[in-house]
């Protein structure tokens, strides 16, 4: 039997036991909520992502997987894949560079114009990406200084590979420094300190302390920019001019095939990309699931 | 190595956070560095190490002029206050880490590393840890850690930024009798910070005072608690009472009564008046004492501290009695300080000139011992 230790009675055993099994802790919902809570959750996502993704593979396999994998082989859709690889070949190493150069210039030092650099590099989110295409219209077009001053030595910018590069750049280069940004400040400058104190010098402590500390946020930001830099329709498609098998990337060739009616081979490409979204997404998964611990010690300590 | 800091001056953007500080380190001696929030004294240990640069001043290691040797060239250890330990490296990698970024020609083996690495666990006594991440560690593990780092490069200066302020005080007690061992086993010249001045007193050989970014006293703990140089000094270490005075022909007046010290050498005008709460005599009233009336009476620990006001103008003072004191009781006390110090009229910056043209050094000589009459 217990004993109360505050009045020494002996306490009645039943009410315990019952006391305990009624107590909920105070921020678990209750059954109901949490049923339609997940039942929202769960059909939202059905609804508006699953479907459609399903959608793009029924469409893509009507006539069969032969008429599918001929819709792949074509030479202009193998133009356009060649041309989106090279693209993200490009645009993702650099905005890599940029964006961890931005990070640390912004979470590490004290400068005039920080906070104006950081609202540029959020531009490229809140501008429509026409617009960003057009920006290099006006920069590089035949009105324009640059544009007349590059035509005379031979170099096309717009409606070519240089210009649809310069496009996506544009777009996804705020996709690294962004996730990096928050993770840099958040950690400060102490752990580089300690490594300098013990004679690191700048590039180990680069290689051996930053880096480390921040490469689950840097390999997110450069997942997250090559599906952006791959996926890029709207700046793209301002300064590519829609040259089949020339300056044709995967979703302009998706639209080009779609308004010529040839339905297969618009969703043929379009699983292309789906499927680059779900690699990425499983990619991420996996990567967390594998280094879960080591994530979460990084993120907490 | 003996550190010498010469006249050093650092300012943050216009802000003076030290102004003109100079010290004389000598090689293996133990230095706290204490003050309030704020006073300078991660600036100072950070000027030291070479994590900034002074604005005006210069500091030596030995003869050598380091005020333009890099971080990396001045070869400091240094614990950081939250320990700053690399999270994706064990602990034996973290202890090795100095060692590994040595260029090639005198960075010792893999082997040899680990084998160093694991030397240091044992004298911070954490054999067995090697292969543990920091965040399966206890603070105060972490902490041993961060210092077995710091001393595998074998600094020339090792510095401490409140090494223990993060820690409960169980283990802070437990960590200071270990560092002092530790100090005495290896002989660096250690400087630590703190705002503990207990923590202070009982583990350094030397204590220096700061205050708003100036260095108010430097000395061992007796020194600054039995002659502290300074109001600022007598109030910061250890309990302290006040009373505002006036000195006429050599004699301490409160108000309108003579309370019964007498001092030599000291210009007639108001001055105030330090001493311990514990350090009193109780009198029977009459002349030549200090009278109140009992406003509170707390018990703490072994001893019962009073709050008396006293005289007109109604100033506050405490003192300490022992518990079963049989003054303790009443309602009005008479008492004298048995030993005190007296520093020109209060009003800091009047005061702080004043200890520097010397007067407060006749004060000083004025300092008297009463006979203890009890
Ligand atoms: N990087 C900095 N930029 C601007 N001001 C600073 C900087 N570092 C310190 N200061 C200022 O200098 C003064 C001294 O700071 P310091 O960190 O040396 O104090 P402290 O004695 O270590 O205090 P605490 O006990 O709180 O750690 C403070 O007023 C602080 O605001
Ligand atoms: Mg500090």
Known sequence: MSVDTLTGMPRPAAARPAAAHSFRRPTTEGPLAKAILITIALGFLALFLVLPLIAVFIEAFRKGAGEFLAALGEPDTLAAIRLTLTVAAIAVPLNLVFGVAAAWAIAKFEFKGKAFLTTLIDLPFSVSPVISGLVYVLLFGTGSVLGTWLKAHGIEILFAVPGIVLATVFVTFPFVARELIPLMQDQGTGDEEAALSLGASGWQTFRYVTLPNIKWGLLYGVLLCNARAMGEFGAVSVVSGHIRGLTNTMPLHVEILYNEYNFVAAFAVSTLLASLALVTLVFKSFLEYRYGDEIAATAKH | ?374
Request: proline share 5%.
């Open chain 2, 1 to 374: 190595m003996d550190v010498s800091i010469r006249s050093v001056s650092k300012e943050f953007d216009g802000y003076p956070a030290l102004h003109d500080v100079s010290l004389d380190i000598r090689s293996g001696e133990l230095i706290a560095l204490l003050g309030p929030s704020g006073s300078g004294k991660t600036t100072l240990l950070r000027l030291i190490a070479g994590l900034e640069r002074p604005t005006a001043g210069a500091i030596f290691f030995g003869d050598e002029d380091a005020s333009h040797r890099t971080v990396q060239e001045r070869n400091v250890g240094f614990v950081f206050q939250h320990y700053a330990l690399f999270r994706h490296m064990t602990v034996a990698e973290n202890i090795g880490f100095g060692l590994k970024v040595r260029p090639a020609a005198n960075r010792p083996s893999k082997r040899e590393i680990r084998r160093r690495a694991s030397e240091l666990l044992d004298l911070v006594q954490l054999s067995g840890l090697e292969d543990r991440y920091p965040s399966q560690l206890s603070g105060g593990q972490r902490q041993r850690v961060a210092l077995a780092r710091a001393l595998a490069i074998e600094p020339r200066v090792l510095l401490l930024d409140e090494p223990f302020g993060a820690l409960d005080a169980q283990v802070r007690r437990e960590l200071r009798r270990w560092l002092r061992e530790i100090h005495d086993r290896t002989g660096h010249t250690t400087v630590f910070v703190t705002h503990d001045q207990e923590e202070a007193l009982e583990l350094a050989d030397r204590v220096v005072v700061m205050s708003r970014g100036r260095i108010e006293q430097v000395g061992s703990a007796d020194d600054v608690y039995d002659r502290p140089n300074s109001p600022f000094v007598f109030g910061f270490i250890g309990d302290s009472s006040v009373l505002p005075v006036r000195v006429e022909n050599g004699k301490l007046w409160l108000q309108d009564r003579f309370i019964g010290i007498e001092v030599r050498d000291v210009p007639d005008g108001p001055a105030s008046l330090y001493f311990r709460p514990h350090d009193v005599e109780l009198l029977d009233g009459g002349g030549g004492c200090i009278a109140g009336t009992v406003t509170a009476s707390r018990r703490v620990a072994g001893t019962r501290r009073v709050e008396l006001e006293v005289g007109g103008a109604r100033e506050r003072v405490e003192i300490e009695l022992p518990v079963d004191h049989p003054e303790a009781a009443n309602s009005r006390i008479s008492f004298r300080p048995r030993r005190w110090k007296l520093f020109p009229a209060s009003g800091g910056t009047a005061a702080l000139s004043a200890t520097d043209d010397g007067s407060a050094g006749k004060a000083d000589e004025a300092e008297l011992m009463l006979a203890a009459s009890l």
